[in-house]
């Protein structure tokens, strides 16, 4: 089944009209008409090669909503004209530990929606920047939000589950005092997220000028980073800190922001290491540095639905396909908020190339 698609044949490419294919659907299979699909900083370091292991022709897009067109005989928990979601998994082993646990994200085999290993055409997956896309229906999640919101519902997908699971995990809420770092496509669905959690919440940016919008989202305060005073005055006050910022920095700043025993969770990825933090930080308050990637596929149902519950959607610019080179070299400049999502109709327009 041949599709339109928008991608890129190499690293120092733009993206581009392409035509790929896509499977017929199996018997658990869902086939999904895309809506809409976010744009994530990741699509933009695998499409240009600066991690490693990018496979050509490279369809990036994890955040992806439509409407289902058809089922497989034996799928039961979808039928056609339901809302649906894709984030960044689209297989596992299906029977391992993190398997069974509902923890497909941590599964030595997961695959991911682009750039992971399939048998089908070209070798690997092909994402979300295209017309359709088909799934097995583990891996599908239920979309409740009104439809009208169904583009901004989108980035939940990926910057949503993102913040969603470490704010979880960490078991943030009500008594909390919750510090975000960074107010970008991440940063903004933290401090809506850790809100609507009950916590209270600090955003920190390197610019004043985000600061009204950083209490327009939710935050109860706001840190400019760069001035010490500021950062100071919440030395040893913060329980948890969710650190979104995708580019190299320092992170010694805030470990002292953290009371005894408190975590910074890292779900920024950039393209090269933070410079090593200072093990004293961590020893002198029994401080933790942590990871968190995305989220397994209930918990990312969680993260919908109460993102449903409590009218949570991201703020998004609408751009039309033709216009992700352009949206690439804004998203470097942090000139966007807070998240670009293609309108997949305009897929339709473009004179693709196989």
Known sequence: MSIKAYGAHAGNRPLEALEITRRIPGSHDVQIDIAYCGVCHSDLHQVRSEWEGTLYPCVPGHEIVGRVRAVGEYVSRFKPGDLVGVGCIVDSCRHCADCDQGLENYCDHMVGTYNGATPDAPGHTLGGYSEQIVVHERYVLRVNHPEDQL?????????????????????????????????????????????????????????????????????????????????????????????????????????????????????????????????????????SLAGSLIGGIPETQEMLDFCAKHSIVADIEMISADDINQAYERMLKGDVKYRFVIDSKTLKGNEAKV
Request: glycine share 10%; with cysteine.
């Open 151 to 287: 583009a901004a519902v989108a980035p939940l997908l990926c910057a949503g589950i993102t913040t969603y699971s470490p704010l979880r995990h960490w078991k943030v809420g009500p008594g909390h005092k919750v510090g975000v770092v960074g107010i970008g496509g991440l940063g903004h669905m933290g401090i809506k997220l850790a809100h609507a959690m009950g916590a209270h919440v600090v955003a920190f940016t390197t610019s004043d000028d985000k600061r009204e919008a950083a209490l327009s989202l939710g935050a109860d305060e706001v840190v400019v980073s760069r001035n010490a005073d500021e950062m100071e005055k919440q030395a040893n006050s913060l329980d948890f800190i969710l650190n979104t910022v995708a580019a190299p920095h320092a992170l010694d700043a805030f470990f002292a922001l953290l009371k005894r025993d408190g975590t910074m969770a890292l779900v920024g990825a950039p393209a090269s290491p933070h410079p090593s933090p200072d093990v004293f930080s961590l020893i002198m308050k029994r401080r």
